[in-house]
């Protein structure tokens, strides 16, 4: 739900619904309460209306005994000369809290109550029935009505009821409304701030906790949340940059540790023709190459070592240009049949000085055209066929097959050999910098071990991809992929 949705509907709980439940509660309670009173003060009839008007209510008090009385004073008035008769009304009247006062011509005939009341009450005379309101310390409400005693003299039927009991009933009634509004009121108000706290504050602070774990460094946390509100949408971006950020650092860290390793493995390549390199000159300099050929030796032996570790700085020199991205190329076109053979006729001339054949096959037809940078291309193959060579075995005639595949929208280069092969194990790593499957690094097959490293990424800023197949004490092949050069047609 959107959060201004949400707070639309907030908006409603805390003033509508209030609202309307406090009319549904008046109702309710008035309901109640007007059972109360028609049980209570002998009332026929009673509306809601009637709860706000005190003398609405007076007026309908002991309405059964009002009627009967009405009806005694026109059917047998001599009835109402009868004392006993009048104290039984009196009595049900003080049920009511009324009472009944009796005039004959004029002048009190009977009284329910006695003392100060009564004098009050001495002057009040009416001439029909009506409604009146008694001022005064004891308020009252009149209820009257005139009739003529069977001698003809005239009568007067007099009720009164405290204005105090029922304006006690009244205050009950808004005491009531008054105390379920307030506990609606709080009740609404709780759960709206429950609601907005689990679906505004709680976020917040799951945000506020996971700002602070990444200024103390730590990512192993969590902003999931499953609204799909603003903020929930605030906790989803915090969270895929939370993961960004850890995917970085753990990046950054891997890249800090290969770069350690790369250092000390380099260290460990170089010292191995350095620590030869002083030893072949401290024997010249012992005189130990006491003869031409033991000094045609010796140097011989120290610039080749001179010459590995400059290739192994070329190598290191590279990459790092590569790793950097700061390596400048030269794309240009080439033709495929071309180049590739003039590649296998410069390979085959040392592949050959070594005792190893080699097979070309191209599959593609001779126009096809490439774009690449012809220098860095060769480094590919030669690295891929240089890795191949060193690890040949001795016991068998090596070979070494180049195979070009044609392909709708790329071209596929294939090197094949038949040396020992890569375990399955350590085929995934073969392209990693500084990597070699012999784990002794005695650096016995020579090398920086960042050929196949150097090749891959060339091959990906060319555009192509780089893998490999092997099998154990069978051989190994490098394959690598790279797109076709196709002309635009510009159509008038």
């Not at 009416?126 to 009257?144: A, C, K, M, N, V």
């Not at 096959?361 to 590919?380: C, G, M």
């Amino acid at each position: 739900m959107r959060l201004a949705t949400r707070m639309k509907l907030t908006y409603g709980m805390v003033f509508l619904v209030p609202i309307l439940l406090i009319l549904l509660s008046f109702w309710g309670i008035g309901r109640i309460e007007l059972r109360a009173l028609r049980q209570k003060y002998d009332m026929e009839e009673a509306s809601v209306e009637m709860l706000f008007n005190p003398f609405e209510i007076l007026g309908n008090i002991s309405v059964s005994v009002v009627n009967e009385l009405a009806t005694v004073s026109e059917d047998s008035p001599e009835r109402l000369e009868d004392v006993s008769y009048l104290e039984t009304m009196d009595k049900r009247l003080e049920k009511y809290s009324s009472f009944l006062v009796l005039r004959r011509d004029g002048k009190i005939y009977y009284s329910g109550q006695d003392g100060e009341i009564s004098e009050n009450i001495e002057g009040m005379v009416g001439e029909s029935l009506t409604d009146s309101y008694i001022s005064g310390d004891f308020p009252y409400h009149l209820r009257q009505f005139n009739f003529f005693f069977s001698d003809g003299s005239e009568g007067l039927v007099q009720i009164f009821t405290p204005v105090e009991e029922a304006v006690k009933q009244v205050e009950r009634l808004v005491l009531k409304i008054s105390i379920c509004s307030l506990f609606i009121l709080l009740l609404v108000s709780a759960v709206a701030f429950i609601w907005l706290y689990q679906s505004i504050v709680q976020p917040l602070e799951k945000l506020k906790r996971a700002a602070v774990n990444i200024k103390d460094g730590n990512l192993d946390f969590n902003v999931i949340t499953d609204t799909e509100d603003e903020i929930g949408e605030v906790c989803t971006a915090f969270e895929e940059m939370r993961i960004k950020l850890k995917d970085q650092i753990e990046v950054s860290m891997q890249y800090e540790k290969d770069n350690k390793e790369l250092i000390s493995n380099i260290s460990h390549d170089l010292k191995t023709p350095i620590t030869a390199i002083k030893g072949y000159v401290e024997g010249i300099r012992d005189g130990v190459a006491d003869t031409p050929e033991k000094m045609d030796k010796y140097i011989r032996t120290i610039y080749n070592k001179a010459t590995d570790m400059d290739r192994l700085i070329d190598e290191l020199f590279l990459f790092s240009k590569l790793d950097s991205n700061s390596m400048n190329y030269s794309f240009a076109k080439l033709n495929l049949k071309d180049y590739f053979e003039d590649c296998v006729d410069e390979i085959s001339l040392d592949l050959e000085s070594r005792g190893i054949s080699l097979a070309y096959y191209n599959h593609v037809p001779e126009d096809t055209i490439i774009i690449a940078d012809p220098e860095q291309l060769k480094r590919v193959i030669n690295n891929i066929v240089g890795n191949s060579v060193k690890y040949m075995e001795a016991e068998r005639p090596g070979h070494i097959g180049i195979f070009i595949k044609d392909e709708p929208e790329f071209v596929q280069i294939e090197i094949q050999d038949n040396g020992k092969g890569i375990a399955k194990k350590e085929l995934p790593h073969i392209f990693e910098r500084c990597y070699r499957t012999d784990s002794s690094r005695n650096s016995s097959k020579g090398g920086s071990g960042l050929g196949l490293s150097i090749a891959k990424k060339i091959i990906e800023e060319h555009g192509g991809k780089i893998w490999a197949n092997s099998v154990e004490g069978e051989g190994t092949t490098m394959s690598f992929v790279l797109r076709k050069y196709k002309e635009s047609v510009a159509y008038e």
